[in-house]
């Protein structure tokens, strides 16, 4: 069954560094998400991305964020000068409709120090 | 704005009972949909059911059900004859209609199935 992928599973940075979290999203899939949980609190949309643009964000994702689909099938998430708040689990997901479900990867544990 | 609201933060039965996850939603689209998510202990997301505004049906899917009342703004899930490795974050989540693409998700339902 095909699925989102995420990768590393986890990662600890230092204050300041920037890290791209990377996302393989489902094959025939057109739109793709970003979404972050901060330990024990809900999951939050972050962006979504269709058609090679941003198609919609929250004011979560500011300056220090950006997303990039690099090649055909990757999509990622920069975060330029981590913070300690930045601390969560990213969770990329897609969908091959607006509508219709996401499916979502198994998460990279974003951890800042 | 979107809402959802998942006011139980906790759930725990004893293994086969019947548990019911509720959710509450605010929207002024006319067109919008539902879903439910598990999060198990592994914590990846699991979608388990997604439910159009326009079709109040409900649905059966083995043990689950979901409930769809529009008058009240809910979605409600349940399982019946409940499992431990039932045992997991249950999120109910809302995306509109209008071209949105985002989805607003409730604070999640803690779920405990005891043995």
């Known amino acids: 069954e095909p699925e989102v992928t995420q990768t590393p599973s986890h990662q600890v940075t230092q204050m300041g560094q920037e890290v791209i979290l990377r996302c393989v999203p489902i094959?025939?899939?057109?739109?793709f998400y970003w979404y972050r949980q901060i330990l024990g609190q809900k999951v939050e949309f972050l962006v979504s991305?269709?058609?090679?643009?941003?198609?919609?964000k929250s004011e979560i994702f500011d300056d220090q964020f950006s997303v990039e689909r690099p090649d055909g099938s990757n999509f990622t998430l920069k975060i330029r000068s981590t913070k300690l708040e930045d601390s969560a689990m990213y969770f990329c997901a897609s969908s091959d409709r607006g509508p219709t479900e996401a499916f979502f990867g198994q998460g990279t544990r974003l951890t800042v120090v | 704005a979107q809402k959802v609201t998942q006011a139980q933060t906790e759930i725990s039965v004893v293994e086969k009972e019947d548990v019911t996850l509720d959710c509450v939603y605010e929207t002024r689209d006319t067109t919008y949909y539902l879903f439910w998510y598990k999060q198990p202990p592994s914590g990846e997301l699991v979608f388990l059911i997604r439910?159009?505004?326009?079709?109040?049906q409900n649905e059966i899917s083995g043990r689950y059900s979901w409930n769809f009342q529009k008058s009240t703004s809910s979605f409600n899930f349940t399982i019946t004859a409940s499992q431990v490795v039932d045992s997991a974050v249950y999120f109910c989540a809302l995306r509109g209609g209008q071209g949105a693409q985002k989805l607003v998700f409730g604070q999640g339902t803690r779920l405990t199935i005891n043995p």
């Open positions: 991305f269709y058609n090679n643009e941003i198609s919609e």
């Open positions: 439910r159009n505004s326009f079709d109040e």
């Open positions: 094959s025939n899939h057109l739109y």
